[in-house]
């Protein structure tokens, strides 16, 4: 089973920068889909982006395409969400997810509830 953990949030002024990363353990990210996610206090939670397991296919929201890049290097196992130009409004805690897929697949999910293992979640907060 594939372990996940977040490291990276903070405080961070509106307009900064922030990149968050996502180790994973007990296995290799070669065979999973891995997605980004966020929940802000009183929201549901909701997509920022999917990767498919090759890394090749990676889609994102609308409220984050232009700011945000998703990046995975399966040789290190790791996941990184760039975070650009940020906004109040991205206030959230960020949580990365996977879900086993073929190995090194061009295909990705992007539906919260079709992934079953998550990490502990890392707080960002865009604050003046």
């Known amino acids: 089973q594939l372990q996940l953990v977040e490291s990276g949030g903070g405080l961070v002024q509106p307009g900064g920068s922030l990149r968050l990363s996502c180790a994973a353990s007990?296995?290799?990210?070669?065979?999973?889909?891995i997605g980004w996610f966020r929940q802000a206090p009183g929201k549901e939670r909701e997509v920022i982006s999917c990767?498919?397991?090759?890394?090749?296919?990676?889609n994102y929201a609308d409220s984050v395409k232009g700011r945000f890049t998703m990046s995975r290097d399966n040789d290190k196992n790791m996941v990184y969400l760039q975070m650009n130009s940020l906004k109040p409004e991205d206030t959230a805690v960020y949580y990365c997810?996977?879900?086993?897929?073929?190995?090194?697949?061009?295909?990705?999910?992007?539906?919260?509830?079709?992934?079953?293992?998550w990490g502990q979640g890392t707080q960002v907060t865009v604050s003046s």
């Open positions: 997810a996977s879900r086993r897929s073929a190995r090194r697949s061009t295909f990705y999910y992007c539906l919260a509830n079709l992934y079953d293992n």
């Open positions: 007990g296995s290799t990210l070669d065979y999973y889909v």
């Open positions: 990767s498919s397991s090759s890394g090749r296919n990676t």
